[in-house]
């Protein structure tokens, strides 16, 4: 099995947020939910990058490692994934994850967390593939169709790339040996401590 | 530019050189622009990285409402991690289970420690009933708060094997919404027992004498004098309150997580609401400990309210001298013999 990461070339990323828009509409992701946002670093300065950043999916996830109810879990891509039938909404993976991927509907009478939200890599949930109960809580599984996720899918510089880490990671060396430069594989060391393979 | 004035003069020399430095003249500013490039002082991952101090994260812009999205890569997350998962478990488990093996050594070594004269059959009221409902309010919200959070940081260890994960998340869930809400009752009993205690627990010279005799811990029939709270009580009143205060603080940010508004500061406040916690628990453990089965004739105080008068006058000498003086308690009476045990 392939282990499927993201991955965004800043050097291409044109902060269109087309990215952000896909994935709200991909998976009528509520109102103040964002699974996928773009960031400039630098804003106005000379060299300027926007990354778009959503869940690493990480190795070792420090989400799974510190949440008080075990509700995560890894699929055999490496698709860190959570039950939101488990989730106590807790806020604990929230602190630990260092890309801010976390989020949670504002609900209960004082505004306090609902069940965590976060990218799925479009690969859903715990629930059986593509059916409307999973829908409703994690969105469309693009990935049960042969489908890679849609934000990186449809990023018209294909600055963002989804899939085998170790293929990505491939042609993004590429690049940066053709161009001569490159402002890095942003949050894999984070994520993966650099590993292709991890 | 001397060096288009010298493109010229070739062109005029040679028409077909004249194309090319045509092409060069037009081509120049470009090239000139690829001269700087901008892409060498492009923002570099690694760089940022490594100039990252501890704590920091890498921030940017965002364009969406929610701020707190602008933070990119926060790496301080895995030391919080490595705080829950290999920090708090030693902290937690040597507080609490330190404190209760104190406490089992303690009662074997020392015993209970008994009323020295006696039950003499007389009582006197220690606690009237309002403080005792304060004290009450205030010790049920703190067990089902110790327990609700003890679960946060141990269950999925020691409770999701044995009820497996839908009854455990389950479980939780109910045990967070308690945490929550009876956080507002416990925090109000705090208020009250500070009104209500505050003046019979100012640090006194007669506490540094009490703690100097280790409070007559030692012995049955050496208590050294106190009023109506020895410095054992203070201490144990101080305790609560400053960290009731310091649990109700950061409690406050993690109930309204959108009030301080940044995780690093959301961080913070849970590694105070934990440590906090595991030393409270031990703390109140002791307390416990002493006013049920550690000591005879104790729990009274707060059960009925009324103390047996032989109890009082070992432990709080100069309270009932008050008391007496007061005129609100019967006079003495000589004291029963002591029974064999």
Same mark, same amino acid.
């Given at each position: 099995?392939?282990?499927?990461?993201?991955?965004?070339?800043?050097?291409?990323?044109?902060?269109?947020?087309?990215?952000?828009?896909?994935?709200?509409?991909?998976?009528?992701?509520?109102?103040?939910?964002?699974?996928?946002?773009?960031?400039?670093?630098?804003?106005?300065?000379?060299?300027?990058?926007?990354?778009?950043?959503?869940?690493?999916?990480?190795?070792?996830?420090?989400?799974?490692?510190?949440?008080?109810?075990?509700?995560?879990?890894?699929?055999?891509?490496?698709?860190?994934?959570?039950?939101?039938?488990?989730?106590?909404?807790?806020?604990?993976?929230?602190?630990?994850?260092?890309?801010?991927?976390?989020?949670?509907?504002?609900?209960?009478?004082?505004?306090?967390?609902?069940?965590?939200?976060?990218?799925?890599?479009?690969?859903?949930?715990?629930?059986?593939?593509?059916?409307?109960?999973?829908?409703?809580?994690?969105?469309?599984?693009?990935?049960?169709?042969?489908?890679?996720?849609?934000?990186?899918?449809?990023?018209?510089?294909?600055?963002?790339?989804?899939?085998?880490?170790?293929?990505?990671?491939?042609?993004?060396?590429?690049?940066?040996?053709?161009?001569?430069?490159?402002?890095?594989?942003?949050?894999?060391?984070?994520?993966?401590?650099?590993?292709?393979?991890? | 530019?001397?060096?288009?004035?010298?493109?010229?003069?070739?062109?005029?020399?040679?028409?077909?050189?004249?194309?090319?430095?045509?092409?060069?003249?037009?081509?120049?500013?470009?090239?000139?622009?690829?001269?700087?490039?901008?892409?060498?002082?492009?923002?570099?991952? =690694?760089?940022?990285?490594?100039?990252?101090?501890?704590?920091?994260?890498?921030?940017?812009?965002?364009?969406?409402?929610?701020?707190?999205?602008?933070?990119?890569?926060?790496?301080?997350?895995?030391? %919080?991690?490595?705080?829950?998962?290999?920090?708090?478990? %030693?902290?937690?488990?040597?507080?609490?289970?330190?404190?209760?093996?104190?406490?089992?050594?303690?009662?074997?070594?020392?015993?209970?420690?008994?009323?020295?004269?006696?039950?003499?059959?007389?009582?006197?009221?220690?606690?009237?009933?309002?403080?005792?409902?304060?004290?009450?309010?205030?010790?049920?919200?703190?067990?089902?708060?110790?327990?609700?959070?003890?679960?946060?940081?141990?269950?999925?260890?020691?409770?999701?094997?044995?009820?497996?994960?839908?009854?455990?998340?389950?479980?939780?869930?109910?045990?967070?919404?308690?945490?929550?809400?009876?956080?507002?009752?416990? @925090?109000?009993?705090?208020?009250? @027992?500070?009104?209500?205690?505050?003046?019979?627990?100012?640090?006194?010279?007669?506490?540094?004498?009490?703690?100097?005799?280790?409070?007559?811990?030692?012995?049955?029939?050496?208590?050294?004098?106190?009023?109506?709270?020895?410095?054992?009580?203070?201490?144990?009143?101080?305790?609560?309150?400053?960290?009731?205060?310091?649990?109700?603080?950061?409690?406050?940010?993690?109930?309204?997580?959108?009030?301080?508004?940044?995780?690093?500061?959301?961080?913070?406040?849970?590694?105070?609401?934990?440590?906090?916690?595991?030393?409270?628990?031990?703390? @109140?453990?002791?307390?416990?400990?002493?006013?049920?089965?550690?000591? =005879?004739?104790?729990?009274?105080? @707060?059960?009925?309210?009324?103390?047996?008068?032989? %109890?009082?006058?070992?432990?709080?000498?100069?309270?009932?001298?008050?008391?007496?003086?007061?005129?609100?308690?019967?006079?003495?009476?000589?004291?029963?013999?002591?029974?064999?045990?």
């Amino acid at each position: 099995m392939a282990r499927v990461k993201f991955l965004c070339d800043a050097d291409r990323c044109i902060e269109c947020n087309a990215c952000v828009t896909a994935c709200k509409n991909e998976h009528e992701v509520p109102w103040g939910i964002n699974r996928r946002r773009v960031v400039t670093i630098n804003d106005g300065k000379p060299g300027e990058r926007s990354v778009s950043m959503a869940c690493m999916h990480c190795t070792d996830a420090p989400c799974a490692a510190v949440c008080p109810v075990s509700c995560f879990y890894t699929t055999a891509d490496g698709v860190v994934l959570h039950s939101k039938d488990l989730c106590i909404g807790c806020g604990y993976c929230f602190y630990a994850c260092p890309f801010g991927a976390p989020q949670y509907p504002k609900v209960g009478n004082f505004g306090s967390r609902g069940k965590m939200d976060k990218c799925t890599y479009c690969a859903g949930g715990p629930e059986a593939d593509s059916t409307p109960a999973e829908y409703a809580k994690y969105g469309a599984n693009r990935l049960a169709e042969g489908k890679l996720p849609i934000c990186a899918e449809m990023c018209s510089t294909k600055s963002l790339l989804a899939g085998d880490g170790a293929i990505i990671a491939e042609i993004y060396k590429e690049r940066v040996m053709k161009r001569g430069y490159g402002s890095g594989m942003w949050g894999w060391k984070t994520a993966y401590s650099d590993s292709p393979t991890g | 530019m001397p060096s288009s004035l010298s493109i010229l003069r070739l062109a005029v020399l040679k028409p077909s050189f004249a194309a090319l430095a045509l092409l060069l003249v037009f081509a120049s500013p470009a090239a000139a622009q690829l001269s700087f490039k901008p892409t060498a002082e492009a923002v570099q991952e =690694e760089k940022l990285l490594n100039a990252l101090k501890e704590g920091d994260k890498i921030t940017g812009r965002v364009s969406i409402p929610d701020g707190s999205a602008a933070n990119l890569i926060q790496p301080a997350g895995r030391d %919080w991690r490595d705080f829950q998962r290999s920090k708090l478990p %030693w902290i937690g488990g040597i507080a609490i289970l330190g404190m209760l093996a104190v406490l089992a050594i303690f009662l074997m070594v020392r015993g209970r420690i008994r009323v020295h004269q006696g039950f003499s059959g007389k009582t006197m009221l220690r606690f009237a009933s309002f403080e005792r409902f304060t004290h009450w309010l205030t010790a049920s919200c703190f067990i089902i708060l110790a327990l609700s959070g003890l679960n946060v940081s141990f269950g999925r260890t020691l409770i999701l094997p044995l009820f497996g994960p839908d009854a455990f998340a389950t479980m939780s869930a109910w045990a967070k919404l308690a945490h929550n809400y009876l956080a507002f009752p416990f @925090m109000l009993g705090l208020a009250i @027992m500070f009104v209500i205690w505050i003046k019979d627990n100012i640090p006194g010279k007669l506490d540094w004498e009490w703690l100097k005799q280790g409070g007559g811990l030692l012995s049955d029939d050496k208590h050294p004098p106190a009023k109506r709270f020895n410095a054992g009580q203070k201490g144990i009143f101080w305790i609560v309150i400053i960290g009731g205060v310091l649990m109700s603080v950061s409690g406050w940010f993690l109930l309204f997580p959108y009030l301080p508004g940044d995780v690093t500061a959301l961080q913070f406040w849970t590694v105070i609401h934990a440590v906090i916690a595991m030393l409270f628990i031990a703390a @109140m453990l002791a307390h416990i400990y002493i006013g049920s089965i550690g000591m =005879e004739g104790a729990f009274d105080a @707060m059960g009925s309210g009324e103390v047996d008068l032989n %109890w009082a006058k070992e432990h709080h000498a100069l309270w009932v001298e008050e008391q007496q003086a007061k005129g609100g308690v019967a006079a003495d009476t000589p004291p029963r013999a002591v029974p064999a045990e």
